[in-house]
């Protein structure tokens, strides 16, 4: 036994590389899967208020851009109001609330990465938390995947891990919607059916099946499309709708009756056991 | 001795700031991202205990991760540069006598030496980050052209960071 302390003393350098270099690795393996870096995220108020500080500064840069963003989404916000339409008696249906909307903005965002994310200004203290969808005004942005009491991280679109269940606006066909693209532009359209021809321009939209999202929102448009006669399912390129380069201010979804869904869906699970 | 440690620390904070703050919101050509931090790894004294080098490296490694949310990917890179730094020393400048806390900058080896030992650990850093990043070799050449691309464009920051902070030195 003491000589096997000797021995690791002598080759202490070597030892400890192998030692730092397997926990790297460790760490390093944990977020190669979806749940994993939904698990163990390093959000934290620390890193959140360094680069909100720095946000602080170089916000004044974009103010000019952000106000006419801002005033974009106003007059959308008009057009729906109900003075914007012509009233008839069928026009109002009550509508118990589904989703409630957090507004959120972005103090660190990366698209150049295989593995992206987005640090936004608010967390667990203003009821987010993990698994929330967000989308940006136009479109959907990403996923929550780490809360800490005033940040929270989102994994971005253009994250590998990224998988969400969406639907061909014209055909209402089920898609998948992936990113294993390097451009931060593109993102891929899979397992449309064989039958299926998609035109440049078509929408893709969310499907309203993971619960994460509301159905119909638009992720993107569609770039072109090429048919393997051999396969059944085919791939398409999609133009992301949102620019996640030069998004700032995002909306986080809470979806109110997850609990219920979800309680229903383990209830179904339970049955299958 | 204190003098050193404080010089390092100082280095230590600026870099990470700079790569934190303003490096990994760059994207040059729509994916290259710079990385100056590892000029505190290549600096440390050239007679410092390997086994130290080698935490320092990974610290250096987890701090970038921590704000990258990388978690463990610059730290695997790092303590693979920290440990082929000795040699790599070694190998390139084994005429020159360090003495006490001197570090194997320009001014002791010299410009040219300084860039054959930046460019060569630069390499090793990037490969492993880019590799272990995408995990896969699928696109090998793709990510090849990306490592050697974003090493070239390191190294000149480097470069430029040494040839700036280099004329405060000399007497």
Known sequence: MRNLFALLWKNQFFVLFILLISISLYLLSRSYSYHGSIAHNTTSDISGSVFSTYGNITDYLSLKVDNDVLADENAMLKNMLSSSFLQTDTQYIYRDSLYRYIPVKIVSNSVSKRNNFMLVNKGSKHGIKKE?????????????????????????????????????????????????????????????????????????????????????????????????????????????????????????????????????????ENIDE | MNNVLFKNITRFIILMLIQVLVLNNMNLGGYLNPYIYILFILLLPANINRSFLLILAFGTGLTVDYFGNTLGLHAAACVVIAFMRPGTINLFFRNYEFNGNEEPGPSSIGYRGFLKYAISLMFIHQLILFYFEVFSFSNFFFTLSKVLLSTVLSVILIMIAVLLTGKRKKK
Do not use: C
Request: net charge neutral.
């Open chain 1, 132 to 268: 929330m969808g967000v989308i940006s005004t136009l479109g959907v942005a990403g996923v929550v995947v780490g809360v800490s009491e005033h940040y929270s991280t989102i994994m971005s679109m253009l994250h590998q891990n990224m998988r969400i269940s969406a639907r061909i606006k014209n055909s209402g066909q089920l898609v998948n919607v992936i990113w294993d693209k390097t451009d931060y532009l593109y993102g891929t359209v899979i397992d449309i059916p064989s039958h299926i021809r998609l035109n440049q321009g078509d929408t893709i939209i969310t499907s309203g099946n993971s619960l994460i999202f509301p159905e119909g929102i638009i992720i993107g448009l569609i770039e072109s499309h090429k048919i393997d006669s051999n396969k059944n399912l085919s791939k398409a390129t999609m133009r992301y709708i949102t620019d996640f380069n030069s998004i700032k201010h995002l909306f986080i979804i809470e979806n109110l009756m997850k609990m219920e869904q979800d309680s229903l869906i383990s209830q179904i």
